[in-house]
């Protein structure tokens, strides 16, 4: 999951931004409303944090011209105006949740992962995929009661394709979201990924959830028990 | 305005000037009356005289001496008011011991009246001696014997001849110098009321500023008022500025200071220790007491000039902000304002009441929500609203919901939860002098009811 971080103080940029890829997300950062606004643009974003104020043009300001733009991915507000006038305002301007100063790294996790989950239409931090339990909040994978060990880039694959089900994710989608943008990226190393993950959800290649489309990409396939 | 004021107030402008004008105008035109009068009466009496001298001639005319000196009189010297008696006007002629009266005179007693020499004459207005206009003519008359006989003819005329003829003037003149002063002081009120419509256009455009129909006196007014509305509108935009100002430095205040907080959480090792729990509760402390603290000095800068604020649209801002926040979480909110609630202090005031109860009550009930306002005088809109919120959750305890109350109370000794939110509403009701409390509400859950007194 890609996340742009949108935030002037380079202190609380830089701490956030580890706390963030800490928590396994891919972020990309930016000091003011211009840049930001190129970035949510330009690049493949499931999410943004964006500090209400910025140097170049403020933050209510970026919200707007991304909604404009139809860029619909989850904005997340942070604010030192705690006032519910300023709350208000931003929402009004196309945001989805808000998060003032001075905030607990982990609330910023939280709503961070619910914001993700709510966008992809899950209502519960524990997504179910047949027999297999997700649990989005501590990045845990169970099959039954057994626990499935994957890799950081395993889990960011099949966190992606959990948060797009029935849709037909292509290797360069994949490796966008991935990786922030200066990454070295290829997409051989997704067919790697892919490939250790299905071994590991699916060792009897039974269900087989995630299906190759030849040439297109891969789509995860809800089982129909599931809801 | 304060009672003492009142007691104090000045009479009014329209007053005043009715009551000046009225005393100049019964002044003027009583001296006005009275030199017509005195002018009057000295015209009458001159004409009196006249008319007495040309009855002198008409007496002389019918009077003759006989060869011997003995004087005859024409009992009709020609004016009919000589013949009847008691008309008022007499004659007497008299020549040496010879006396003769006009007809008029009869039953009238007239007093003794001394000759004058030949040639002259002599006007007499009336003396407590002789109660009468008095007109002398001396002559002498050549009798054949040789001699002069002296001859003096006197008209009398009784005084009250000239005073009915002034009295009937000056009834005619008073009474058309009242209606000529009551119709300049008709004049003078619809001047009054055309020349201070100004005034009250100017009243009731500023209380259109206060009701916040106007943002400023904009209107074109006479030369003489531009100058009131010149200060009136820089009054307006001065505290307009500085409450800008204001909040602007208190905006930029908690900026600044909430940022370094965050970067003070966030560089926390994730792994609690006694150390990191200390930093925490001290960064803790300082966010409530900027949210507090600023939030008073913000709520404190209530305008003197309030604008109307439209209840229903700014709580349908905040439950749609909600809405969107908690769009996890299954949320009804109700809202139940009449549309034409009109709330007369700071919008952002009204927001932050709102968002932070409404926000509590979707936190901690489970999902279902009730808001109501109402005026606390429905017949004076300006008194204050009163404003209640309920949720469906667990409630809070009769022995907890003192202690919520509590303002001042730190941080960790208050109960946690709705502590923040409710902290912030405590300084709001209390810069506006409201009253708040906490009961059982109808959902089963918390209700919580406020008020807020703008007036």
Known sequence: ?227 | MSTNANQQRPFSLRLRLIVLAVLLLTVSLGLVGFSLDAAFHKSSVVSLQTRMESLVYLVLAATEVTEDGILKVDDDPGDPRLGQPGSGIYAVVQGDDQQWFSSSSLGVSLPELAQISAGESDFLPPVPALDFYSFQYGVSWELQAGGLLPVTVTILVAPQELAKEVGAFRAGLWRSLGVTGLILVLAQMLLLALGLRPLRRIAQDISGVESGKLERLEDNYPKELEPLKRNLNHLLDTEKANQTRYRNALDSLAHSLKTPLSVIRSSLPSVPSSKTQVMENAVTDMQRLIATRLQRAAASTRRSIAQAVDVNAQVKRVVQALTRVYSQKLISIDVMIGPELAFYGEQRDLLELAGNLLDNACKYGNGKVHLSAQAIDASDPRVGIRLQVDDNGPGIAPDQREKLLQRGVRGDERVEGHGLGLAIVLEIVSAYNGEITISQGDLGGARVSVTLITR
Do not use: C
Not at chain 1, 9 to 20: G, H, K, P, Y
Not at chain 1, 140 to 169: A, C, S
Not at chain 1, 190 to 197: A, D, M, N, P, T
Not at chain 1, 201 to 225: A, K, M
């Open chain 1, 1 to 227: 999951m890609r996340i742009l971080l949108v935030e002037d103080d380079v202190d609380l940029q830089t701490s956030l931004a580890e706390i963030l890829r800490a928590a396994g997300y891919a972020v990309d950062v930016s000091g003011d409303g211009i840049e930001g606004l190129f970035y949510g643009e330009e690049y493949a974003l499931d999410l943004a944090i964006i500090d209400l104020g910025l140097p170049g043009m403020s933050g209510l300001e970026l919200i707007r011209k991304l909604r404009e733009r139809e860029r619909r991915f989850p904005i997340l507000i942070l604010t030192a105006r705690a006032e519910w006038q300023d709350k208000v305002e931003g929402l009004e301007s196309g945001a989805d949740d808000y998060l003032t100063k001075p905030f607990h790294p982990e609330e910023l996790k939280a709503r961070v992962g619910a914001l993700l989950r709510r966008s992809a239409g899950h209502a519960k931090p524990v997504v179910e995929l047949g027999s297999l339990k997700i649990d989005l909040v501590s990045q845990r994978v169970f099959n039954g009661e057994q626990e499935i060990e994957l890799t950081t880039y395993e889990y960011k694959v099949f966190e992606y394709l959990l948060m797009h089900p029935d849709e037909v994710v292509t290797k360069s989608v994949l490796s966008e979201h991935m990786y922030e943008e200066d990454a070295d990226r290829d997409s051989n190393v997704i067919e790697v990924f892919v490939g250790r993950l299905r071994k590991k959800i699916d060792p009897q290649g039974v269900t087989n959830p995630i299906e190759t489309l030849r040439g297109r990409g891969y789509r995860l396939n809800r089982p129909l028990q599931s809801d």
